[in-house]
């Protein structure tokens, strides 16, 4: 049931700190076409390497191990370096969608989620991104 995708264009960092489950979204990036340019499994760590590898998008687990969650992370890197974010969690209740919203995420999806959600998503985030980009250009 292999279909047929166009070459696509992307770096994602992915950021989860259960290495299973990391392990298998780096599998599905990978196969939708994208490079994976890293996978953290802190928010210390997921700015670390969005500083270090140049990701078009990262995928932010908001519960990560440590003392930074990937809201506040997500906030950072979104701030230092204009990198759209896109979170992916167990977690959808309003406390965390309401602190999500404000670091601007370029997409939410609530796990489990599957390969279709996973690229329409990361699509949407690069087109919106390049949009953004082009009219401060």
Request: hydrophobic letters at 35%.
């Given at each position: 049931?292999?279909?047929e ?80 974010v896109v ?9 965390i ?41």
């Open positions: 049931m292999a279909e995708r166009k070459k696509v264009e992307g770096r994602i960092l992915v950021v989860e700190d259960e290495h299973i489950v990391a392990m298998g979204i780096k599998k599905m990036v990978k196969s939708l076409g994208y490079t994976v340019t890293g996978v953290a499994s802190s928010g210390k760590d997921a700015i670390s390497k969005a500083e270090s590898t140049f990701p078009d998008v990262v995928l932010m687990d908001i519960m990560l191990k440590g003392d930074m969650d990937g809201v506040e992370a997500a906030g950072e890197i979104r701030e230092r370096f204009d990198v759209p979170y992916l969690t167990a977690y959808s209740d309003n406390k969608l309401e602190r999500a919203k404000k670091t601007e995420p370029f997409g939410y999806i609530v796990k489990p989620f599957d390969e279709n959600d996973l690229h329409s998503s990361i699509e949407i985030a690069l087109h919106r991104h390049r949009k953004e980009k082009e009219k401060t250009e």
